[in-house]
């Protein structure tokens, strides 16, 4: 169980506040987040491990996808404090990522930013693609 300072610390930063409040909607690959929330990989990789380290979320690995949610701490002070921002997390901006989150895992995970990447890499790449490609998880 980590202090109400440390939980306090990793919810200092506005980015920190919108990862925690998608995960309040459940486990999340980190590139659906990234998605939301329109930062670098870096940058959102940065946060989730200040998150992770004030003991607010966990993750695992599923090959080279990882995953996170919040952590599963039993402590009243945990449990109140997430009551709470279930609460408190409800600003147009927070509200919004959850509506972009909905919108990018209606077809599953990791769909919208695959389908990003792919018009990425065939642009970069000058490769025809049809209008449509599927993208294929391995």
Not at 68 to 74: F, G, S, T
Not at 97 to 126: Q, Y
Request: with cysteine; hydrophobic share 35%.
């Amino acid at each position: 169980m980590r202090s109400v300072e440390d939980y306090f610390k990793g919810l200092a930063d506005i980015n920190r506040l919108r990862i925690i409040n998608l995960l309040l909607n459940g486990e999340l690959c980190g590139c659906d987040i990234q998605y939301v929330i329109g930062a670098s990989q870096s940058n959102v990789s940065r946060h989730l491990n200040y998150l992770k380290k004030s003991g607010l979320v966990s993750d695992r690995r599923a090959g080279y996808r990882v995953y996170y949610r919040l952590a599963e701490d039993k402590g009243p002070e945990y449990e109140g404090l997430i009551a709470y921002l279930k609460v408190a997390l409800q600003d147009p901006l927070f509200l919004t990522d959850v509506g972009k989150l909905k919108e990018a895992i209606k077809d599953g995970e990791c769909s919208v930013s695959e389908r990003k990447l792919v018009t990425v890499k065939s642009v970069e790449f000058g490769m025809d693609l049809p209008k449509k490609a599927e993208v294929v998880h391995s």
